[in-house]
C-alpha cells in the first residue's frame, strides 16, 4: 500500500495504530529499529529521529554516534503478526548524518541508492530477483534452538512427509498483507529445509522485501515453536543455504542492453566481491558441495555453475548468480553487482566460453582451466583487500569494518 505523509497520518489515527516501528540494517543486513508513538510521527516525518548508532556492533562505534533515521512513505506496512488491539505499522528508513548528508560510509542501504544513480548515470536500470533458503530446527524444552530438523523430506516433497508446508504459507500469506508477493515456495533438499522465491523488482524494493521475509521467518518460526536456520551450513553433511540472485539490466537509452558485457563483469569480479556475498567462514564449508559453485564459471543449462544464463524469462534478460548464501546483506550485494556489471558494460569485457557440462564428472585437465573462488574467507578477505575495485565502490571505512581488519 503506496501512501503518501498525510495519508499515512491519517490511516494511522483512522485505524488506532499503537506503535510505528522504524527499521533499518546494519552492516551485515540484520534488521533492527526504533518504535515511535503515533502522536511523534509527524514530527519524524518533517525531521527524522536521531538514534546512537555508536551502540550497535560493527557499525557505529569508534567514530559515529548520533544519526538520523527518515521514514520512507513507499515502504509502509501493516506489521500482520501484531494483534488488533495492538496494530503496528513498519516503515523502512533512509539513514543521514545529523546535516542531512547520506550516510554511504556503512550504511548499505545509502550505498545501494548511489549504485543506482550511477547505473541511472550511465544510462542503465537493475533489476532483481532472489531465492532464499532455510532450515527450521525444533528447540529443547527450554526454548532453546537444536540441530534436530523439524521434518525429514526432500526436494519438492508434500504433506504428511513435508512438514513444513503450512509455515511456508503462513510466511507467504503474511508477506502479502504487507504487500510483498512470493513467487513460489517449496520444499528443498535438507531435511527441513525450505525455499522461497521472488520475482524481479526494483533493486532497493528487491532487498526491503529480503529483509521482510526474513522478519517473516524468524517470527513465524517462533509461533510454532521452532528455531529459522539462515547459517550457510546448518548440517555439517547436508546442503547449505544459498541465497540466489536474479541480475536484469537494461538500458535506458535504446540500442543493446549488453547484457553479455554485464555477466562478464560480475564473473571477473566475483572473486573480489566473495567476502562480501560469503561473509562468514562456515560460508567457505557450502562452496563446492551439494550444487554450490566453486569455479568461475557460467552456463545456461548446469545449476551448479556459478552464473546461470536460461532463456529470457518474461521480460527479463536473465544472469543467476548462485554463489552467495543466506547471510548476504542484499543491499550490499545488489550494490556490488550492480558496479560489477557497468564495470563490464563500460570496458566491453568478454565472458569465458559458456561452460555446457558437469564439474563433478570433468577430468582433473578440464577443471584447471578454471579459476576458483576463495577457498576460506581467509583468502577472500585477502582477494577483497587488495582488490582496487572493491576500494573504488566501497568507504575504507566499510571495508576494515566488514572484513574485521
Known amino acids: ?66 544519526l538520523l533515521l527518515h521514514p520512507e512513505y513507499e515502504t509502509f506496512s501493516d506489521m500482520p503478526w ?45 533489476f532483481f530477483s532472489s531465492s532464499l533458503e532455510f532450515y527450521l530446527f525444533k528447540r529443547d524444552e527450554d526454548g532453546n534452538p537444536t540441530k534436530e530438523p523439524y521434518d525429514h523430506a526432500g526436494m519438492y516433497d508434500i504433506p504428511p512427509r513435508d512438514k513444513c508446508e503450512r509455515i511456508r504459507r503462513n510466511i507467504c500469506l503474511a508477506l502479502a498483507k504487507m504487500d510483498v508477493f512470493p513467487n513460489n515456495t517449496y520444499h528443498e ?42 547459517s550457510p551450513k546448518p548440517i555439517a553433511d547436508m546442503p547449505g543455504n544459498g541465497f540466489h540472485i536474479g541480475v536484469s539490466v537494461r538500458s535506458t537509452v535504446g540500442g543493446d542492453n549488453n547484457s553479455a558485457y554485464a555477466v562478464a563483469g560480475m564473473l571477473h569480479r566475483v572473486r573480489e566481491m566473495t567476502a562480501f556475498l560469503n561473509p562468514k567462514e562456515e560460508s567457505y564449508k557450502r562452496l563446492g558441495k551439494a550444487g554450490a559453485p566453486i569455479y568461475v564459471s557460467w552456463t545456461s543449462e548446469n545449476r551448479e555453475h556459478l552464473i546461470r544464463v536460461p532463456e529470457t524469462v518474461g521480460n527479463y534478460k536473465l544472469a543467476e548468480v548462485r554463489s552467495c548464501d543466506s547471510m548476504v546483506n542484499p543491499y550490499l550485494a545488489f550494490a556490488l553487482l550492480i558496479y560489477s556489471s557497468l564495470d563490464g558494460i563500460k570496458n566491453k569485457m568478454e565472458a569465458p566460453p559458456v561452460s555446457n557440462f558437469d564439474f563433478e564428472t570433468a577430468d582433473a585437465a578440464t577443471l584447471a582451466q578454471y579459476e576458483k573462488l576463495p577457498a576460506n574467507f581467509e583468502e577472500a578477505r585477502e582477494v577483497a583487500r587488495n582488490s582496487e575495485f572493491i576500494r573504488e565502490h566501497l568507504s575504507e571505512d566499510l571495508i576494515k569494518m566488514y572484513l574485521k581488519l
Open 1 to 66: 500500500m503506496k501512501l503518501n505523509k498525510e495519508e499515512i497520518l491519517r490511516f494511522v489515527k483512522d485505524n488506532n495504530i499503537k506503535t510505528i516501528h522504524l527499521a533499518f540494517c546494519d552492516i551485515y543486513g540484520k534488521e533492527k529499529n526504533i518504535v515511535i508513538m503515533p502522536e511523534e510521527l509527524r514530527a519524524v516525518f518533517d525531521d527524522g529521529v536521531v538514534f546512537n548508532a555508536s551502540e550497535i556492533k560493527d557499525f557505529g562505534e569508534g567514530i559515529y554516534r548520533n
Open 82 to 126: 501484531r494483534q488488533d488491539d495492538d496494530r503496528a505499522i513498519r516503515m523502512f528508513c533512509e539513514m543521514t548524518y545529523i546535516d542531512g548528508a547520506p550516510f554511504t560510509d556503512r550504511g548499505t542501504k545509502s550505498l545501494l541508492k548511489k549504485a543506482l544513480e550511477d547505473a541511472d548515470r550511465a544510462g542503465y536500470e537493475f
Open 189 to 230: 533438499r535438507g531435511p527441513a529445509q525450505n525455499k522461497i522465491k521472488f520475482n524481479y523488482n526494483d533493486p532497493l524494493t528487491a532487498a526491503n522485501n529480503v529483509t521482510t521475509l526474513k522478519s517473516i521467518i524468524k517470527n513465524e518460526a517462533a509461533n510454532q515453536g521452532l528455531y529459522a536456520d539462515f
